[in-house]
């Protein structure tokens, strides 16, 4: 950046600087732009840009106008696919046919659950509708398969090809094969029927999956009826109240809200089934095998020999957590110390607040919203000669006043990319923590220049106040770095097609870089760097940190584990089928792989509602973090900000995207190929304690 542009950013910023001046603590640019409130727009008259800078989406019905142009650029695209020889243009034609409908679908995906206004969410939701019913008429055009088979048939051409254009073209023809492209008439007219079936089927269980149950008030005691929902005389029951301290309100929540609703159990059921029955009409063995394809695990075996060693040497660790649970419990209500599944979460965080004193007050004042988004510009700007730069958005530009937006610039290849930052909670606001992708980013050979990747942050943080800005505790923070992780793989990624871009990449490898950022996030080198007072300045003292690691290996052992159960149950669903209920395979499961036993009457999968986005892949969080472990142990513990690893960390994980197969990736990281002992002892040995943290506390 220019010196001039420097000036005129920091002028820019001078009024937020104001804001926030008569605290003792001042923040760079975009930490101030964090911890003020949004500076109100005065010009009436300027001119309305639309959603994302989309000028047709300056109102509800510019959905419907974006929609059509994005059509009639489709059949024009859709005609060059099918008459150009085989060739590199056939790939960059099928990328742009992709991108055109993306940039479209993506949008409108965000639009229909973030947005305020059900004008706009009612008009995004008929676009996904319009357009995923394109996407699937394309998934069964024979010709368009036929042109890209032409050129992954023909060996003089496939040789030509480079190896990002040649697995982008296999990429797209997985897409045509597993919706059975290939089958005769008959039998691909079955999977089309299957494909509408299972997106009815998904839609419904989803649903069903977060409707509370209720139950008549008389059942439950007047003094437990407040904790709640009430309806009429019932009350509804929405969650497990995991956290409660009331042993008798913890199990009512868990019996109730797990009780089995016959409807949705069916849905279940037939939804599993028709998963199996289109796997086996394409030609995979089990659904698993067909959604593991191209992942690091590549298929079923390979994960249940993961999960399985996983347990085998969690199994001693996990056995004394559960002991400590137990003793915890007893010690707490002598007449009734078994312990019960309801009892593992609010226990381990009794065990963890009792040994460590890790109250989120303590830790609040040193982590506002601000002070964390310069540690994040500071720690991007060490690794990767990144810069995090408030810009002002344009009117109509967001879609709430409080959402921010980031320019990502790079010290010498210039604007990267933008970041949307919808942090704050508001009604209506999905209360999950997650990254979308508006836009991809790839290079446009129609213009000459790269397009430049868009993506949105959402959280669910709360507002400053007059007194004081958004104040995180620990856990918010490293969501926060965690999403933050997400966003960069879009930013740093400069792949040449957009259909692998940034985190459209195999799953078990996309949690990589945001698990990865959780290790800066608890490692006290970055953490002094920004987290201070907001009001005095002091920073956070080393040892709150070293304590705040510590505890969560407090009953890791039976943390891990209860995912490993959930990983396994996953893999078990999404095998060859059982002569049994998922009922029965869930009590068989739990006894195998967790250990707290099976509640009667209860039906715990029908909760599990990452079946459907993570449909044999739920294993995929398990082996990031493995993958992420060793990353941060081999490259990154010795020195957190080392630019040269970061350099080296980008070119090797983060440039890719999905481009190229992602154990070569982590094999390029690590300069070796890791074994599933590797990975399995990558994680157990994350459980071992730091004699350091206790001297810190003995001294302290």
Aim: hydrophobic fraction near 40%; charged fraction near 25%; glycine fraction near 6%.
């Amino acid at each position: 950046m220019s010196a001039s542009q420097r000036l005129l950013h920091l002028v820019k910023y001078k009024s937020l600087w104001t804001h926030v001046r008569r605290k003792v603590t001042t923040w760079s640019p975009v930490g101030a732009a964090f911890n003020a409130k949004p500076l109100r727009r005065l010009d009436l008259f300027e001119k309305n840009v639309g959603l994302f800078g989309v000028p047709e989406l300056s109102c509800p019905a510019g959905f419907q106008a974006a929609t059509e142009t994005t059509l009639k650029k489709t059949e024009l695209l859709l005609h060059k696919a099918c008459s150009s020889s085989p060739g590199v243009e056939t790939v960059e034609c099928f990328d742009q046919l992709s991108d055109g409908l993306c940039k479209v679908a993506d949008l409108a995906d965000f639009i229909k659950v973030a947005h305020p206004d059900p004008a706009y969410r009612e008009a995004a939701e008929k676009t996904c509708i319009e357009v995923g019913t394109v996407v699937e008429k394309l998934n069964t055009n024979v010709e368009l398969c036929k042109s890209l088979k032409n050129l992954l048939d023909d060996p003089k051409v496939a040789a030509e090809l480079d190896s990002d254009t040649k697995r982008v073209a296999e990429l797209f023809m997985f897409d045509f094969e597993i919706s059975g492209i290939h089958l005769d008439d008959k039998l691909r007219k079955e999977a089309v029927a299957l494909h509408v079936k299972l997106l009815d089927l998904n839609n419904e269980f989803l649903i069903g999956s977060h409707v509370p149950n209720r139950i008549a008030k008389s059942a439950i005691p007047k003094h437990l009826q407040v904790h709640f929902a009430s309806e009429g005389s019932f009350v509804q029951i929405g969650g497990l109240h995991a956290d409660s301290s009331d042993d008798l309100l913890r199990e009512i929540a868990y019996r109730i809200y797990l009780y089995p609703n016959a409807d949705l159990m069916e849905c279940l059921e037939e939804l599993l089934k028709c998963r199996y029955k289109l796997a086996k009409l394409v030609g995979y063995d089990s659904y698993g095998h067909r959604a593991l394809k191209g992942t690091m695990a590549k298929n079923p075996e390979t994960v249940m020999s993961f999960l399985q060693l996983l347990t085998d040497k969690l199994s001693q660790r996990t056995a004394k957590d559960f002991q400590m649970m137990r003793d915890m419990k007893k010690k707490l209500n002598p007449r009734n110390a078994e312990l019960m599944p309801w009892d593992h979460p609010f226990l381990s965080g009794v065990l963890r607040a009792e040994r460590y004193n890790i109250e989120p007050s303590l830790y609040s004042p040193y982590l506002s919203l601000g002070a964390c988004m310069e540690g994040l510009n500071n720690l991007f700007s060490q690794l990767y000669g990144v810069s995090l730069m408030s810009e002002h958005p344009g009117a109509g530009e967001v879609w709430s006043e409080d959402v921010r937006k980031l320019a990502v610039v790079h010290e010498t290849e210039g604007l990267l990319g933008y970041i949307y930052c919808d942090f704050f909670h508001r009604r209506d606001k999905p209360h999950q923590d997650c990254h979308f992708t508006i836009r991809g980013g790839r290079w446009c050979q129609e213009t000459d220049q790269y397009q430049l990747p868009v993506v949105v942050l959402m959280l669910s943080l709360p507002h400053p106040t007059k007194s004081a800005p958004t104040l995180l505790t620990p856990g918010m923070m490293e969501n926060l770095f965690h999403e933050m992780g997400h966003a960069m793989h879009s930013m740093l990624g400069r792949t040449r097609y957009q259909h692998v871009t940034g985190t459209r990449c195999a799953t078990d490898f996309a949690e990589v870089p945001s698990i990865l950022m959780e290790y800066f996030a608890t490692d006290y080198r970055v953490i002094s760097q920004f987290a201070r007072h907001y009001e005095t300045g002091q920073p956070l003292p080393e040892s709150m940190v070293a304590r705040l690691c510590e505890s969560k290996k407090v009953c890791g052992a039976a943390d891990t584990q209860l995912q490993v159960f959930y990983a396994v149950l996953d893999q078990i669903y999404h095998g060859k089928p059982q002569n049994r209920s998922t009922t029965e395979i869930l009590k068989d499961m739990q006894e195998k792989f967790y250990g707290l036993p099976y509640i009667p009457n209860t039906a715990w999968q029908l909760r599990f509602s990452h079946l459907i986005g993570y449909g044999a892949k739920y294993y995929s969080y398990l082996m990031s973090r493995a993958v992420a472990s060793m990353v941060w142990k081999q490259c990154f513990v010795q020195d957190p900000v080392n630019r040269d690893m970061g350099e080296r960390y980008r070119r090797e994980m983060l440039a890719h995207g999905g481009a190229k197969e992602p154990m070569l990736m982590v094999e390029g990281m690590l300069q070796r190929r890791p074994s599933i002992e590797d990975f399995v002892d990558a994680l157990v040995s994350e459980l071992n304690p730091n004699f350091e943290t206790f001297l810190m506390d003995s001294e302290s």
